[in-house]
């Protein structure tokens, strides 16, 4: 069975840092692009970062120059660094992760359940 944990969000007030984590463990064979999703209330999830195994990153324009996307791939891991937050970033966060079970060509999605991130005026 597959988990993808995140951890590290909080209360920050703007102008502030934070730094999300997202492991993934259980019988993974590999994993392709690592992503970052944010929903706040009343909005549509929407892809905040994502990163593929070879390092090649894709931002939001809402973020971009803010927000960096990095993983470790010995260790299943993708991370977030936030900086110069805004009240606007304030939304439920989800790991995402196209991965593989076994060696063949089926590609799933797992999600995490979410850390909050509010930023405060």
């Known amino acids: 069975q597959v988990q993808l944990v995140e951890s590290g969000g909080g209360l920050v007030q703007a102008g502030g840092s934070l730094r999300l984590s997202c492991a993934a463990s259980g019988s993974i064979f590999s994993i392709n692009v690592m992503n970052w999703y944010r929903q706040a209330p009343g909005n549509q999830r929407e892809l905040v970062a994502g990163?593929?195994?070879?390092?090649?990153?894709t931002y939001a324009d809402s973020v971009k120059g803010r927000f960096t996307i990095s993983r470790d791939n010995a260790k299943n891991m993708v991370y977030l660094q936030m900086n110069s937050l805004k009240t606007e970033d304030t939304a439920v966060y989800y790991c995402?992760?196209?991965?593989?079970?076994?060696?063949?060509?089926?590609?799933?999605?797992?999600w995490g359940q979410g850390t909050q991130v509010t930023v405060s005026s």
């Open positions: 995402n992760a196209n991965l593989r079970l076994t060696n063949d060509n089926i590609w799933y999605s797992y």
């Open positions: 990163i593929r195994s070879g390092g090649s990153t």
